[in-house]
């Protein structure tokens, strides 16, 4: 163990603790991270005339098909003037179709047409090899404790948020 950090045990449980210099590491690697994990995409984006919004919208739909807007805006964080620009570009291009609800016909579904699913498929497979050779380089250890380290920075209703999703109840 390092001076840097020290390790206490306190009913059971082994706590961690960083300098501010370990802290604003970890925070530039995420910075840099990040830059890395949207950079494949970006380029792919940048040939359509899209941006980060349009693969997030996408991203998001592709997980829960007939999800509604109201659903998305709550994923997104966005406002629900930036999200209809977007899924009116989506819509405009045919890569989303957006169908009134059967029970509440107030509600629009969004679906990903063929071309959409093959767009969506294009910008995820740039980021799962990614993601794979960075996980096969760290390790399976390294990996449940990424995803319990990104888990543990969400606001707890984003991490609600994303287990549903996970388990695919959008």
Do not use: C, W
């Not at 984006?45 to 998001?60: D, K, N, Q, V, W």
């Amino acid at each position: 163990m390092s001076e840097a950090q020290s390790n206490q045990t306190v009913g059971g449980e082994t706590l961690l603790y960083l300098t501010d210099e370990q802290l604003r590491q970890g925070i530039e690697a995420m910075f840099f991270a990040y830059r890395g994990f949207t950079a494949d995409p970006d380029r792919i984006l940048a040939t359509l005339s899209y941006g980060r919004a349009h693969h997030r919208a996408l991203h998001f739909i592709h997980g829960a098909p007939g999800t509604t807007v109201n659903n998305l805006l709550s994923i997104l964080g966005v406002t629900k003037q930036s999200l209809n620009r977007v899924l009116r570009t989506l819509i405009e291009d045919g890569l989303v179709e957006s169908r009134v609800g059967r029970q509440d016909k107030r509600e629009r579904h969004l679906f990903l047409t063929e071309e959409g699913a093959a767009l969506e498929r294009r910008l995820s497979d740039a980021q799962r090899a990614r993601m794979r050779a960075a996980y096969k380089q760290a390790g399976p250890e390294a990996v449940t404790g990424f995803r319990r380290v990104l888990e543990a920075m969400m606001d707890p209703e984003m991490r609600g948020q994303s287990l549903r999703l996970r388990e695919g109840r959008g």
